[in-house]
């Protein structure tokens, strides 16, 4: 019994032609999540030295013998350790105090500025 054209179902071309379509959209989706998590740990390490950053500056800010010039530390939190310059400079008005810290997570990704201004010693 003849079959019609309409009964055939797909020919062999037709299903390799589709399985490349698919295989290429999975390919491209799995890049994409590839993708997404490394820009969440990134995310996570620069929030972690965000918070080194202000960890450090409340330090600073609540240190009643800061002293201008530069210092440098190690840090360790969150099981990452941290690079911190800590630079204490004068401002305009004799009063305050400038201080910039840097974080910089050792072999990570993480990194921090932030600048306070902090009351000068009597």
């Given amino acids: 019994m003849p079959v019609s054209k309409q009964e055939q179902g797909f020919t062999l071309i037709e299903m390799l032609v589709a399985l490349a ?3 290429i959209a999975a390919l491209t989706l799995m890049r994409l999540d590839i993708y997404a998590i490394s ?5 996570a390490d ?3 030295a965000d918070i080194v950053a202000r960890n450090e500056a409340a330090l600073a800010t ?3 013998g800061l002293t201008l010039g530069e ?3 190690t840090v360790t939190n969150g099981g990452s350790t941290f690079d911190v310059v800590r630079r204490i400079t004068p401002t305009p008005d004799r009063r305050l105090m400038r201080v910039d810290i840097a974080a910089v997570q050792q072999g990570g990704r993480g990194r921090a500025v932030l600048t306070v201004i902090k009351r000068a010693a009597p």
Avoid: C, E, M
């Fill in 21 to 23: 379509v698919f295989s």
């Fill in 39 to 43: 820009q969440t740990s990134a995310i």
């Fill in 46 to 48: 620069a929030r972690l």
């Fill in 62 to 64: 609540t240190d009643p």
């Fill in 71 to 73: 210092s440098r530390s």
